[in-house]
């Protein structure tokens, strides 16, 4: 069944490996075949994966995007490997998403990894509050 996409001015589309740049104006047009995508709003460059968890959302993005390799995924597992390590309050976020990935799941994979990015600004927001001054 086709799909129907509307871009804003300048939004971006990642459609398999292509990268598309709407113009100045709003457009629209459709999707004929089955194929991943992505919009602007679910995109994480590099330049902006700055954080631990931002950077396993971009290999998320690569094995959704793409057709998964061995590499792309042994890079999942060690990311999420050290993540667990260095915070294991973050497992039940890794361990949906890795259940996510098992099932086929990519995109919802994708999504649940969006969670985990705010659980992991939440922490560092945390880490940095001015400690409560002590009586």
Known sequence: M???IELKPGERLLIGGAAIRNGP??????????TNFLRGSDIISESEAD???KRLYLTLTVL???????EAEDLFVRQANALMEAAPSMAPYLRDIHDLLADGERYRALKCCRDLIQYEQSLTERLSAPAASMP
Do not use: G, N, Q, W
């Not at 104006?25 to 089955?34: A, D, K, L, N, Q």
């Not at 959704?64 to 061995?70: G, K, N, Q, R, W």
């Open 51 to 53: 954080t631990a968890c």
């Open 25 to 34: 104006r709003r457009s629209s047009f459709v999707i004929e075949t089955m």
């Open 2 to 4: 086709p799909l129907k």
């Open 64 to 70: 959704y995007l793409a057709e998964p390799t061995v």
